[in-house]
């Protein structure tokens, strides 16, 4: 009897666990908000391009509003907005995920495995993520696209990484410092273990919700930062993104001319994306930091009034 009872108490264990797991997930309301929205941002920017015309082609209609034809207008030249805002929220999904997986790879060097290694090895590399952390990031980016003539989503994605990568390192340094005396890290390296293998079992797992949380704020970084330079004029050459979409909106006069669907469609996406990615950020500083989470839960619960307060609350209005 006990031979059959105890695989169904194990099973009925893990399915609970499941349970309260997605039931946590569905009650994190800002959560699920980013990921509907985001989620349905980067579905837009993966199969629009496919359904949509050649944003570079010219039509006859120039600066024609919504209509049959045209879903989203046509631009000063004829071209359709639909497929410049497809093909545009492809290019800065590419920025973002580009430097997201770069600023991943480069914090986790430095912060991660300099501060596992310790010695002249954290020292060196906590110098060299210093001194990347007093750069200004911004007007290096500038100087940088300002004085490269031809400049490709990839030269772009590398110089917003590279500017973007020293605040993570940071953070992942300082909580790699704190996992790395813990007593179970202690244990294995008594044990003989390898320090590789203790690097990737031990300490990596536990940095994976900060990673996503990196990896996040650096997307919104990307992003953002895209689109600062396009709209200057200084993004990527002969590719379309939501700053390139708002670029040639300004030099079209488009603001003066009332052509509205010319610029509301990529910066309602670039707010609504960069907001989505925030929420999933918040989230997952909850996720990372208990105490975070219950100063939300009773700041959430102060916000409900009971009944009484409610009538309290209007008898003293009156």
């Known amino acids: ?147 490269v003539p031809d400049k490709s989503i990839w030269l772009v994605s590398v110089v917003l990484a590279i500017t973007s990568w020293a605040g993570s390192a940071r953070v992942l340094r300082g909580y790699t410092l704190s996992l790395r005396n813990r007593d179970y890290v202690l244990a294995s390296r008594v044990a003989g273990e390898k320090r590789r293998r203790i690097l990737a079992v031990e300490i990596l797992p536990n940095l994976i919700p900060l990673f996503a949380s990196q990896v996040v704020f650096a997307v919104i970084f990307a992003i953002l930062g895209e689109a600062g330079l396009s709209y200057l004029g200084l993004g990527a050459s002969g590719s379309f993104t939501w700053g390139t979409m708002l670029y040639y909106a300004q030099n079209g006069l488009a603001l003066r001319l009332g052509a509205w669907w010319w610029f509301v469609p990529p910066g309602l996406l670039l707010a609504l994306f960069g907001a989505a990615l925030s929420l999933i950020n918040f989230s997952i500083d909850e996720i990372i930091n208990p105490k975070l989470r219950d100063q939300t839960r009773a700041a959430r619960k102060s916000w409900r009034m009971s009944r009484e307060q409610l009538s309290k609350a209007k008898e003293a209005t009156l």
């Open 1 to 147: 009897m006990t031979m059959t009872t105890e695989p169904a108490a194990t099973t009925t264990e893990t399915k609970s666990t499941s349970t309260i797991a997605v039931r946590r997930f569905a009650r994190n309301g800002k959560l699920v908000a980013g990921l509907v929205i985001g989620g349905a941002i980067v579905l837009f920017g993966l199969l629009g391009p496919l359904v949509t015309q050649d944003p570079s082609l010219v039509h006859d209609q120039g600066l024609t509003g919504p209509g049959g034809d045209h879903w989203l207008g046509t631009t000063q030249t004829g071209q359709d907005v639909l497929a410049q805002l497809a093909h545009g929220t492809r290019g800065s999904l590419a920025v973002g995920a580009i430097v997201g997986v770069l600023t991943l790879i480069l914090s986790a060097f430095f912060g991660v495995v300099g501060a596992y290694a310790g010695g002249w090895v954290d020292e060196a590399f906590s110098l060299f993520t210093n001194i990347m952390l007093v750069i200004p990031g911004l007007p290096l980016v500038i100087v940088i696209s300002s004085y």
